[in-house]
């Protein structure tokens, strides 16, 4: 089997998935976990991820996240969600990352999984542009191969809200892509690439 688990290095497991896991789920809660979602926005079900469990870490050994935050024996590392009466949770990204379009809140892991569905896209990441009639307009970074700009946003708008739909798509080599030594994007170089292309 092949099973599809969410966590965290602060967190260790969180959740395992199986075959009855619904379509873009990681999965129910793993064994000895609790989850709990707090501040939910009433409209979307969407709020901040807390976990208890016996596997969460201690501390950090060197630094600290701004991210990461202790209530008693609940730990929460900024990630948001919500849980379908079944239990499943659905994740929909960093508190950190996500930006206001129009005053709707966007998450740019939401678009970026939506591109990668694409057949010639093999990683993707948004970024966030200021805006003075939107609040913000995302834009995107992606690798794999060339596409037409039209066709990637008539593959947007069938995947996401208009709202969330890149103003501008930017293609990277994939020798070009920032990484981290984890494998992860790089969202400081992306975000230092972008001032260098908004800037004069």
């Not at 191969?145 to 995947?159: A, I, K, M, Q």
Request: glycine share 8%.
């Amino acid at each position: 089997d092949i099973r599809v688990f969410y966590g965290a290095s602060e967190t260790s497991f969180v959740t395992l998935s199986d075959a009855k896991t619904p379509l873009n789920s990681v999965g129910k809660a793993y064994p000895d976990v609790d989850i709990d979602i707090r501040n939910i926005d009433t409209e979307t079900g969407i709020g901040d991820i807390w976990v208890r469990s016996p596997y969460v870490f201690e501390s950090y050994s060197l630094g600290t996240s701004k991210d990461t935050l202790w209530d008693g024996d609940w730990l929460t590392v900024g990630e948001m969600g919500r849980i379908d009466p079944d239990g499943n949770l659905f994740l929909s990204g960093r508190k950190s990352r996500m930006f206001t379009v129009a005053d709707q809140n966007v998450f740019p892991e939401d678009i970026e999984r939506a591109l990668m569905l694409h057949p010639n896209i093999s990683d993707a990441v948004v970024m966030p542009v200021s805006d003075t009639k939107r609040g913000f307009h995302p834009v995107a970074f992606y690798c794999g191969t060339s596409c037409n700009e039209v066709e990637l946003r008539t593959w947007c708008r069938t995947h996401m809200s208009s709202r969330a739909v890149p103003f501008v798509f930017h293609y990277l080599d994939m020798v070009d892509w920032p990484r981290l030594a984890s494998g992860k994007p790089n969202i400081r170089a992306f975000s230092a690439m972008l001032e260098h292309l908004d800037g004069p």
